[in-house]
Every structure is written in structure tokens, then in C-alpha cells.
């Protein structure tokens, strides 16, 4: 993201850090020492979240640590949560958070900047503890609106393809196209080096007809009753994320922050001079095109169209791709429908350069919201510091990424032998879940360099939601066009209207 001129803001303190670094309870009440963490982890994670508690309380037993799991809602209903209890103070003191909604806090005044924690002689970072942290996860915590950190990464995670190695590797489809890797049987290099060009011009009409000639028990393609109207060869997860993503490959707008008035914009639609909808910014048209056609030759569809989690379809053999969250690598594994899962990025616009790879910078982190005033604040502040780098340490941050698949936010992390072994396929059978871990923690631990971000301010999470509905309205209202026709780019120019209106 763009380093923009940022806004400060003044914030008054009463004690400085490194003083309450050894201030006692005397005089300070007692709700000083509580400190309140929301967020939305299962079980699992949840078991793991009081391992952290309880190394909190032997290591800092002044403190009390109250974790508290909100049940029934996502990461978007637990910041709402949050901020409709700012005026009553029903709120945490740490909470799990995207970037968009840490916006909504710093706006609200509520949220708080943990530079002076880190920079703290006593109970801050060393220089080896911010080398240890990927450098692209700290810039997401301080590239917001005003100057200052407010969020520190917790559960990072990109893109990636998962596809079926069972089916496809070895697959030889040279009597249909000699040119699909030179001639060869598939393999995981082409298949982890594919473009959008490249999956929708030759591999997938390939595929579908090698298909097509074979008979009904011997056929590689295999929906199920529930989804025979919907699936396609590749799932994408994320309708915002496919848009986001493709934007940042083909060099076109999406949104920025002005320099000087630091205010967002929404820039994948031209305007008038009143700020009102004038059209489909240069070069959308065309990409529409082609995901357009690829989707209604089955090639490609979205969970906003199927309107389920696409490695649901994949899992129950109904795709042979399946893109999706690297934090939720479990998902792409069935254990009813076992098969070899092979991991590989994001179909991309070009390989050509290590600089034309793009991958989505993803994943909650921690936000960090003032509460009380004068000591009390202070204190609590100091507390979230201290349990979040209980949270993150290697030994709680290691089990944290092999139960979870997202990417350690220590680089330490991947050096621990647990880890390592954990990140290792050698002795692992194929067609089980250990090794579709391993594959995928060595995947993650190779992205670090081609993560992106969006501009993030007070807003901003409209203009995600009205993206996603674009990409999902468009593959919906053209199953039966022609997308060279001017009805379908009518139904792109209407639906980026009603985008651009729901994002401003």
C-alpha cells in the first residue's frame, strides 16, 4: 500500500509505558488488571486461545485475562458488536479484527495506537522481535488514515488453488491440445504456474473435452444431484477477493486514499462532475468479458453464485479446483471423499517476474481499544500489549498455525521443530490431511513477497461488499448472453452502477 501523508492524533496519558511497566496495584482499582479479548474461534482454536491465558497469568499474574468466544456471528458481527457498545462501554480491550473494521474503531475514536508499546525499553520489542515479523504484516497494522499502529497481525493468510493431484496429475491431454506443457502429461509446475489466459483457453476446454469422450462410469467430472445446475471446473471462494485481486494483476482501479484530504475513494466506476456514476472504469469491460464466457462454459464460478463454499464442491467431486483461504486449508479435504490435494497460487495475469505475482494479504489481526481513563487505561492498554505477545510467541504461535493452516506471524515460528515437522511431506501418505498441511505451510512460507493490500479508511468495507456483489450479479444475469452483445455490456455498466451507489 501507498505511504500517504497521515493525520495525528494527540491522545493524553497520565503515566508513560515504561513507568507502569513496574507500577504495582496499589491505588490502581482493580479493574486495571482485567482485560477483556473478543473473538470467534471454534473449540479448537479456543483451547489453544487459554494456553495463552494461562501462560498470561504464570507470567504476569496481575493480570487476569477474560477471553470470550461471541458466538453466531463473523469477524464484520463482531466488530459491529463492538462498536454499537463504545456509548455503554460494553466493549474489549483487544479484539479480532480486519483492517476494514479497525478503520470504523480508529474513526470512532476508540482504537488504539501500540507504537509506544512496541517501542517500549522494558516491555517492548527487541530489534530480533521486529525482524521476526514479516515486515508486510507490520505495514498492514500502520498503513490506516492517521498516523500510528492499531493492529498487530494474529491470523495471516493469502490465496491459494487447491486442485485434485488424483485426477490430474499424469492426465495426458496432448491428443486434444499439444501445446498444454509442451506436449507433457500435467504436472504440478504447470499446474502451479497457470495464467488466466492459459486456464481458460486451453486447460479447461481440454479437459472439458477429454471429458466428454469418456463413458458415464469412467468420467473425471462427477457433480452431485445438489449442485448439477452450478458446478464448474474452478471455484473461487471470495467474490470480493476475485475482484480485488483482479484488479491489482491488471493495473486497475479499485480504491485510493487521497494524500492530502484523507479521504477514500471508490475508483473502479468513472463519475460526472457531481460525483455521480458515469461508466465502467477503462479495462473492466473486457476482463467481464472473459469471466464472463468462462463462466458460462462451466469453467468458473463463485460462492456468490452457488451459494455454497466451492470446496464443498470440490471435496464431493464436482470441481477439480478449488480457491480459497490458506487459513482454512482443512476445508479442502474430505475424509468420506479422500484424494490427493495439491496446493499451487492463484491463477495470475503473467509469471514473467517475480513482480507480477499478486496474492491477497488476508486474515484477521489483533486491534487494540482504549478503555477507562488515566491509570486504569494505561494498565489495560499494557495488558492487551503483554497478552498479545503471550498470543504470538513461538511456542503458542506454532501449535496456533499447525491447528489452524494460517501462516505464523513469527518467522521463528518455521524454524521450531514442530513446526518443521509439521511442514515436512517425507513419510506422509497422500490422500490425508497431514500431508495437504505440509504442502500448504510450505505453499504460505513462499508467498511473503507477493502479498498486497487495499487502501483501508472509514468506508471501506462497503466498497468489498459492493464489489463482491458485482462479480456474483454478473455471472448470474448472463448465463443466457452473448458477451460480446451490448445487452451483456448493458448488464456490466447497470450492475457497476448499483455497485459504485452501494460502495459510496
Known sequence: MKKFKKLLIAAASLMSVSALAGCGQQGVPDDGYLIKVWGTFNDTYGAIV??????????????????????????????????????????????????????????????L???????????????EDKEDIPQVYLDEGS??????????????????????????????????DDEINDGNPLDDYYLQHLTWDELFNKLCPAIME????????????????????????????????????????????????????????????ETDA????????????????????????????????ISKNVNYVSTTGGMLFSIGSTGGVFYQYSSSNPFDVGVAPIPQRSFAKESDIKLINQGPSLAFLRRGTGDVAELRAKGAWLFYNIWTSVDINSEWSQASGYTPVRSSVTREQSYLNYASEEGKNPKTL???????????????????????????????????????????????????????????????????????
Open 143 to 176: 498503513d490506516y488514515f492517521i498516523e500510528g499502529t492499531y493492529s498487530l497481525p494474529l491470523c495471516k493468510s493469502t490465496e491459494a488453488m487447491y486442485y485434485n493431484r488424483t485426477i490430474l496429475i499424469d492426465l495426458d491431454l496432448s491428443g486434444i
Open 113 to 127: 495506537d501500540m507504537t509506544e508499546y512496541m517501542n517500549d525499553p522494558e516491555i517492548g520489542w527487541t530489534q
Open 434 to 504: 497431514e500431508i495437504l498441511y505440509a504442502r500448504n505451510a510450505t505453499y504460505v512460507a513462499n508467498t511473503l513477497d507477493y502479498l498486497f493490500g487495499s487502501p483501508v479508511f472509514y468506508g471501506s468495507s462497503k466498497a468489498r461488499q459492493a464489489v463482491a456483489g458485482i462479480m456474483a450479479d454478473i455471472f448470474k444475469g448472463c448465463k443466457n448472453m452473448d458477451v460480446n452483445s451490448k445487452e451483456f455490456e448493458n448488464l456490466v455498466t447497470e450492475t457497476f452502477r448499483k455497485g459504485f451507489n452501494n460502495a459510496i
Open 50 to 111: 487459554d494456553k495463552a491465558v494461562a501462560k498470561m497469568k504464570k507470567e504476569h499474574p496481575e493480570y487476569t485475562v477474560k477471553y470470550t468466544k461471541q458466538t453466531g456471528m463473523g469477524y464484520d458481527g463482531l466488530a459491529d458488536l463492538a462498536v454499537k457498545g463504545f456509548a455503554a462501554g460494553d466493549y474489549p480491550d483487544a479484539i479480532v479484527a480486519y483492517p476494514d473494521s479497525v478503520a470504523d474503531f480508529i474513526f470512532a475514536g476508540k482504537a
Open 274 to 305: 457531481s460525483g455521480k456514476f458515469a461508466g465502467v472504469s477503462d479495462g473492466y469491460m473486457e476482463l467481464m468479458k472473459t469471466f464472463g464466457n468462462a463462466f458460462k462454459n462451466r469453467y468458473f464460478t463463485t460462492k456468490g453464485v
Open 210 to 269: 477429454y471429458d466428454a469422450k469418456l463413458p458415464e462410469d469412467k468420467k473425471i467430472l462427477t457433480p452431485g444431484a445438489d449442485y448439477k445446475d452450478t458446478w464448474a471446473l474452478v471455484g473461487y471462494d471470495s467474490d470480493d477477493n476475485l475482484f480485488i485481486t483482479l484488479a491489482e494483476q491488471y493495473g486497475l482501479p479499485y480504491t485510493s486514499l487521497d494524500e492530502e484530504t484523507l479521504m477514500g475513494s471508490v475508483d473502479f466506476a
